[in-house]
């Protein structure tokens, strides 16, 4: 039986009519996608909230503490769900909410706020806070700002407020709501000892200690970082955030705000990068090395070929162990559904190099760009999806008959349900996957994902739907 045929045999997703400029097919007709408008409301879209939006940017900045305003459910999105490491203090684990009930709906919760914050200042001595709105503080209209100012006043630390109400958009608002909130301390902080040749590093979360593999890259080429935003984030690093000579933006959706903030404000130039993959992070390197050279000849002769070393060792170690994996893993597919594209992109390529091909590619922030230049690497007849919901993710799962899913804590249950191998890019990870060791962590997670034999027992080979069965 053909792959068409067994395609054919599953049955079709019932996507709704109005999301279906939302789902592409590369090769179909002209590439143009819908994206970055408000998720359809009963569609249970994959993508989370604004005020989550802004909670997995900040929570990373360790020394901080971080004030849900609103109804305990709202707290659930804590640090056990999305991990986030610290190399010193660790406030950033414990998750605080004002706990709002019926009759501060009704009251008004403002006092209860001021409260919790003079208390849990007292109680743990951070550095800053932060206090997140929800929805519902939205609609009671709890003065947050006023709030702040004068707790911020009373407890001598700058306390932030972080409009991140969760109904005003989608989860983009809630990254821009987060850089809002960064801007107000970048600018406050001694730079008197920062060298030009220095770079913030922005958009990455240390989940797993990718942090700390970028540093290390900065410090063999020579480059002083000044503070990670948010990765093992600390408050009076972001507050000299603008002494830096270059930021560096991973994941445009989340940190990219911020980031043309301090350029038109402090004149600090930013570039994309990505550390994920192996051309992505060379490239990066490459960028950050020439960036200075260029700009100090004198102060940063020989960053490039530093870097060039840098790069021409950590091939050397890698390139033969992936050739070993890359001998079982060619031909098998992948399907890949993310919170930023920036990572799809480079997931696309980094799977190349393992042999494998990824069917289905999806993010819940992409832009109408960002989905242009994905469709430019992606082969025909690969599916191209916005902000998803469940049901249309098992289907394409289904469709394309791939043979492991990456993407966060709640694809998981989607990826075991249908009996494909999971590998978790983001809340539960605890093994690095940036940088090239990442790549060799990610390749080995990925050979031992794919190649498990309990896959052979599962619902859907069982079934005949495995494509070497299929096409005897
Ligand atoms: S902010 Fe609103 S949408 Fe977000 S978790 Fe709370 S209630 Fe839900």
Redesign the pocket.
């Known amino acids: 039986m053909s792959e068409t045929a067994a395609a054919a045999r599953i049955e079709r997703p019932a996507i709704f009519e109005e999301r279906r400029d939302q789902i592409r097919r590369i090769g179909e007709g002209d590439f143009s996608m819908a994206c970055n408008r408000d998720s359809l409301a009963g569609a249970v879209s994959q993508r989370?909230?604004?005020?989550?939006g802004s909670r997995v940017v900040l929570y990373p900045i360790a020394d901080a503490l971080h004030l849900v305003h609103?109804?305990i459910?709202?707290a659930?999105?804590t640090w056990d769900i999305r991990g986030s490491l610290s190399s010193g203090p660790e406030l950033h684990r414990l998750s605080f909410s004002t706990d709002l009930q019926e009759l501060d709906v009704v009251f008004g919760g403002e006092k209860k706020l001021a409260k919790a914050l003079d208390e849990l200042i007292a109680r743990h001595h951070p550095k800053a806070a932060f206090v997140y709105s929800?929805?519902?503080v939205g609609i009671i209209g709890d003065d947050l700002e006023a709030v702040c100012k004068a707790a911020g006043e009373r407890n001598g630390i700058p306390v932030i407020p972080v409009q991140?109400?969760?109904?005003k958009g989608n989860k983009r608002e809630g990254y821009l709501a987060a850089c809002k909130a960064m801007r107000r301390l970048v600018g406050t902080g001694d730079v008197s000892d920062v060298s030009p040749l220095s770079v913030n590093i922005m958009g990455d979360f240390n989940l797993a200690g990718e942090t700390w593999i970028i540093r290390r890259y900065m410090e063999r080429m020579g480059v002083q970082v000044v503070a990670g935003i948010t990765g093992d984030g600390r408050v009076d690093d972001i507050r000299r955030a603008h002494g830096a000579g270059l930021n560096l933006v991973q994941c445009s959706g989340s940190t990219q705000d911020l980031a043309r903030m301090l350029r038109d404000d402090f004149g600090t130039p930013f570039i994309r990068v990505s550390w994920i993959g192996i051309e992505d992070v060379a490239e990066s390197l490459y960028a950050i090395a020439e960036h200075f050279e260029a700009r100090h000849p004198k102060l940063a002769a020989g960053m490039v070929e530093r870097t060039a070393k840098l790069v021409r060792e950590e091939l050397a170690a890698l390139m033969p162990q992936l050739a070993a994996i890359r001998r079982d893993l060619t031909g098998k597919r992948a399907a890949v559904y993310v919170g930023g594209s920036f990572k799809a992109f480079s997931l696309v390529k980094a799977f190349r190099h393992l042999g494998m091909e990824v069917a289905v590619v999806g993010s819940q922030t992409g832009t109408e760009e960002d989905y242009k230049e994905l469709a430019a690497i992606c082969s025909p007849g690969t599916i191209v999806v916005d902000d998803a919901n469940p049901l249309e993710l098992s289907a394409f799962i289904r469709e394309k008959d791939v043979d492991v899913f990456v993407g966060g804590v709640k694809e998981r249950p989607i990826a075991f349900k249908l009996g494909v191998g999971f590998c978790d890019h983001n809340h539960e990870r605890k093994i690095a996957l940036e940088g090239f060791e990442g790549m060799l962590n990610f390749a080995k997670e990925i050979h031992a994902s794919v190649m498990s034999p309990v896959w052979r027992f599962v619902p859907r080979r069982e079934a005949g739907l495995n494509r070497k069965d299929a096409e005897v």
């Open positions: 989370a909230c604004v005020f989550c609103g109804p459910g709202c659930a999105y929800t929805c519902i991140s109400e969760g109904f």
